[in-house]
């Protein structure tokens, strides 16, 4: 097999069917299965046995452990030289294992390679990433720079660094972190690979000032990863008044609580600095060049007072095809 889709599973509903049927119908065969059986009941063995027809393994946990434990379960018992993700609610185009091994292929240096995602459900928008790798490491200062369900990744370098426990829903996250320290290389090839589903037992866009509590934390941890050597009496106020976060796009200066315009202006002369002693130490990390370039014009968009996330998502809807479109206006039945 030249791939293998890792599937966690926890009370999968109605949905998990289709999902599977997407594997069924999908253009490359040259791929088997490994799902999570997360500690559901009834056991999903049964299930996933009367509908998908590729090769499959479940593993099975008698009680729930979480996503974390699923994952690293699931790629720890693959065989394939790549790794593919899928979450067990969402929907996938026929060709997306076909297109993602062919880039495998055709960039050797890569190491984990994302697309674009659909987001539906409640609305219809693209979820895009920086394509090249030095952008996606620039990225990594407020954001995941992959779409985690997406992925397609090197086996081996994901058996070397396994998913870690602590960061509640931002798993993904802290493993790009991880990966970026130990020098693997990214991209994103901006097709749309998954149709994601906004809705049902998807939690990790659920509460907005939970998800605001949560990157501060992430947003901390990237700070300490990328910029080890950077001064924190300088870049822990930004972290903490949600300077940061404005950059990030999360929140606006017209916004409940906003640390306002001049203590965003602070925070991105300190994260420039931090950015130019950090190259200056480090002149191979040549990503910081990008992420200088990107401080720069985040702070522009905060001074216009944009939005900018959103509007790029409706941009981003023109990588929709044909058929993308006709999943989704059915709400895929």
Known sequence: MRASVVIPCYRPDANF?????????????????????DGNTPPLAARVKATLKRPHRVIRFDQNQGIVAGL????????????????????????????????????????????????????????????SHHDICASLLWAPGLNHPTVAARTQVLQDHPYKEGHHLAEDYALW???????????????????????????????????????????????????????AAELTPGLTNGAHQVLAGMSALHDLNS?????????TE???????????????????????????????????????????????????RVSDWLVLLRRDR
């Open 270 to 320: 300190a994260l420039l600095r931090a950015l130019a002693a950090h190259g200056e130490r480090h002149p191979e990390d040549v990503w910081i060049q990008a992420a200088q370039q990107a401080t720069r014009a985040r702070m522009a968009r905060v001074e216009a007072n944009t939005r900018w996330h959103k509007l790029e998502g409706v941009r981003n809807l023109r990588l929709l």
């Open 17 to 37: 069917e289709k999902m599977l049927g997407d594997l069924n119908a999908q253009t490359c065969q040259d791929f088997d299965v490994v799902l999570a059986d």
């Open 177 to 231: 972190l991880t990966l970026a320290q130990h020098g693997a290389t990214f991209a994103n090839n901006p097709f749309c690979a998954v149709y994601y589903r906004m809705e049902g037992q998807n939690t990790s866009q659920n509460g907005a000032q939970a998800r605001l509590e949560r990157y501060v934390s992430m947003h901390q941890h990237a700070i300490r990863m990328l910029l080890p050597h950077a001064e």
């Open 72 to 131: 690293n379960a699931c790629i720890a018992d693959v065989r394939a030289p790549v790794v593919i993700r899928m979450d067990a609610d969402d929907r996938m185009p026929p060709d997306r294992i076909e297109r993602q091994l062919a880039y495998l292929d055709n960039h050797p240096e890569v190491d984990v390679v994302g697309a674009s995602m659909a987001v539906f459900g409640s609305g219809l928008r693209m979820w895009t990433k920086p394509a």
């Open 259 to 267: 640390p306002g315009l001049d203590k965003v202006k602070q925070h």
